[in-house]
């Protein structure tokens, strides 16, 4: 018998608050004092264990609440006594056991993930198509309401060699945002620049503001106006040169065939708390590129462990070209739950190459941020 | 100052276990032994109540603890020391403040305008454009995976006066589905039949199957593949002479503009707990009719409370044109929990006209069903 063919026999869930080190504000909602996320530790019969993160934002894709309850009632029966073998399987049936809740979805892909490359002795890159890249340039957001924070922020983030930065734009005016992004232009040429509206705009505001802040050439611009606007994503991306990016107008791959086919965007953000996992994200990036559009790898405001997911999922999806956004383990937590730091080095998300998500998080850090926890004793 | 510029000064829910009086199987999932809604209550300066219900299935909207933390936590805050007038922009800014969750906001509009009709003295129909229809001929879902004790409903039902059903389809296999035709064509002749799928078919299987059950004649054919296989539905409308309508393909009115183009329907079933509220409820039925289109009053796994917001609705809006299916109240909770019986008569739902819902539920019952609550001393 393969290793693989054991049981699952632990499904141990901590829903956890975070502290954060500083307010952010998106065109969709604002997070300050903590975030939180949902982390799931499944047990096979040998004792092996994976672990998965949910990283819910409860304006975007769904409430913490509702991510726990989903694994804790709704998914933990089809996972409990299933095989760790059996993963594509299992998935196909969350997939439809509760509505939305993708991010549950996406840490029980993680952790299942995590598990049968513990116990096979890969790292989870190997199970999604192998390797392509062993390094994923970071982005990282300057979404603070009070810019000398985030100026003080570009001085660190220069020195640590990051070279990518997103400004978050369109939660207070139009003059903000341009004297942000003149601040960049003059200030830190050394930085690419994307651009990020979180459905900020409305209808009236967004051709103008879109065209004068293409002006300023950035990377990509991403997501004016709101998710289901579709038609007026496809008049924007008409109006300007540089790129724009979908982001809540596509969580699953359901999305991504209808947003290329009506031609709303030049690229997507590939989320896995937004596709429902890892092997949807790859759909995503890869039906994108079929009709030959760009993907970056973005992510919800996470913890260490849904990072390390993110990264397993680039690192083998070479059609995600755009680099990544795994910023928060390092740059807005007050601290990580992972017992390793999450690898940073020189403006880059290093690729693990030990077993499974390569990394864990650490139980007395679950514990001590847990305001709910269901954990067999 | 108008009785309507008191503000709301309570806020309390019980989530419900309502056990039920038989199995439910659909395509897309099954109910047995209980059904969970959630119940909220307002209470303005002056100490009137408003009611409204969440009745969610975690298969199709979202899951009951999901709705109750989305009132408890979310919308609580936009609600209390709001003005009972301010419903439109209570209802705008409660859209956005937490993803998904329709019935949730459902919940909360029904609870307003039951708020403002009691304070006002006008039934909830009068806030929502005025009565087109005294009664509404009713619709009862055979959808018991054991046929006898349908058998033995539809006598009931016979005896009743009830002359409208609709067969659950696409949850065994389609010789069950063609019996029971069968056998409603020969036995049934006074009913008038419709025939749902809930997305129970596989895009193998759709084609000939749907062609076979449209040669029965139903009233019309409904979602029988996957919500969002829009091409698939598209392609099933050209292929048969019934109307085919759309349920999980369409949740609110962005859907049915989208289905509309795509020419996915001939109809749609407008539900309250998927468009988020009455309102975006008959805005979904107004763009079918702008398209030509049909509609009918759906709901989900409901008790009376919910029953009453969706006669309301319907009741204001002409565009429903093919009845309702708020059957639960009386053929399938073993107790409903209003104090007054949801009223059925011959078949049809009666409106009522009394002030607000013209119906509250029994706080009795509230509470002897409640397995969580939120209730101030």
Avoid at 339 to 363: C, H, N, Q, S
Wanted: contains cysteine; hydrophobic residues 40%.
């Amino acid at each position: 018998m393969s290793d693989l063919n054991q049981t699952i026999t632990g499904f141990d869930l901590w829903h956890l608050e975070l502290p954060v080190t500083s307010r952010r504000d998106h065109g969709i909602g604002s997070v300050e004092g903590t975030c939180e996320v949902v982390i799931l530790r499944l047990t096979s019969e040998d004792g092996t264990e994976g672990f998965g993160e949910a990283s819910p934002w409860s304006v975007f894709t769904g409430t913490p609440e509702a991510t726990y309850v989903a694994l804790n009632r709704y998914l933990r029966p089809l996972v409990l006594g299933s095989r760790v073998a059996d993963r594509a399987a299992i998935m196909t049936q969350a997939a439809y056991a509760v509505a939305h809740c993708t991010e549950a979805k996406a840490a029980l892909e993680t952790a299942l993930l995590d598990l049968a490359g513990r116990i096979s002795g890969v790292p989870v890159w190997a199970m999604l198509g192998g390797k392509c890249r062993d390094t994923i340039p970071l982005s990282c957001s300057i979404a603070n309401p009070d810019f000398q924070q985030d100026v003080a922020l570009l001085d660190q983030l220069r020195e640590d060699g990051v070279r990518i930065v997103k400004l978050k734009t369109g939660f207070r005016d139009h003059a903000f945002d341009v004297m942000r992004l003149e601040h960049l232009a003059q200030n830190c040429p050394e930085f690419s620049v994307r651009v990020d509206y979180n459905q900020g705009l409305s209808i009236e505001d967004a051709p103008a503001q879109v065209r004068d802040v293409a002006q300023f050439q950035p990377d990509f611009i991403e997501q004016p106006v709101r998710a289901h606007h579709y038609g007026m994503m496809a008049r924007l991306r008409d109006q300007i040169d540089v790129p724009l990016l979908a982001d809540e107008s596509v969580f699953g791959p359901e999305d991504m065939e209808r947003a290329a086919r009506e031609g709303i965007c030049d690229g997507v953000s590939v989320k896995i708390m937004k596709s429902g996992g890892l092997s949807r994200g790859q759909t995503v990036a890869r039906i994108a590129a079929a009709h030959g559009l760009s993907a970056y790898g973005g992510d919800m405001f996470e913890a260490g462990l849904a990072h390390l997911a993110g990264t397993h999922m680039i690192a083998a999806t070479p059609e995600v070209t755009l680099g990544c956004e795994f910023y928060q383990a390092s740059y807005f937590l007050k601290e990580d739950i992972l017992e390793e730091p999450f690898i940073v080095r020189t403006g880059k998300v290093l690729v693990p190459e030990a077993p499974g998500l390569g990394g864990r998080p650490d139980l007395g850090k679950l514990n001590h941020y847990a305001v709910a926890k269901a954990v067999a004793a």
